[in-house]
């Protein structure tokens, strides 16, 4: 069997703009990728549920990675670099940077690694939109 290569949908404009736009921005800040192209529900729905994984996260004493010694830690850092302006402010205020001492810091800290997952997923959505690959 065979499938056929994604296309855009007839009748968008995928090549005129900012393509990237939604991409970064979605990135720097959870759900500006979709509200860019009002979509206001979903947007807002990303942006509840990837601030508030990411506060809850910290709440939970959660630790932000900041450096790679081995791959899992490669990987926290790649998840934590995912939540875009949370994560330069988190570690600038210092949040974050206290070890884990108990189970629900380790708790925590996964909460932050996946709202930075979750955010990258929905930049990438907001892309997808954006050329035409997806449909409302």
């Given amino acids: 069997m065979s499938t056929t290569p994604n296309r855009p949908v007839a009748g968008k404009k995928s090549d005129k703009g900012l393509v990237y736009l939604p991409l970064i ?7 500006a990728g979709h509200f860019l192209q009002g979509k206001w529900v979903r947007g807002t729905l990303l942006a509840v549920s990837i601030v508030a994984m990411f506060v809850l996260g910290l709440a939970m004493q959660g630790k932000l990675y900041t450096s790679a010694q081995d791959i899992l830690d ?3 850092v790649a998840g934590d670099l995912g939540s875009g302006l949370l994560y330069v402010a988190s570690r600038g205020l ?3 940077a206290q070890p884990i001492q108990t189970t629900v810091a380790d708790y925590g800290t ?5 709202a930075g997952l979750l955010n ?3 930049a990438v959505d907001a ?7 997806k449909s409302s």
Avoid: D, M, S
């Avoid at 921005?25 to 759900?31: E, T």
């Avoid at 996964?110 to 996946?114: L, Q, T």
């Fill in 25 to 31: 921005a979605g990135w720097l800040v959870p759900g």
């Fill in 120 to 122: 990258v997923i929905a």
């Fill in 74 to 76: 490669l990987l926290g």
């Fill in 127 to 133: 892309h997808n939109l954006r050329t035409g690959r």
């Fill in 110 to 114: 996964k909460f932050i690694v996946v």
């Fill in 94 to 96: 210092g949040w974050g």
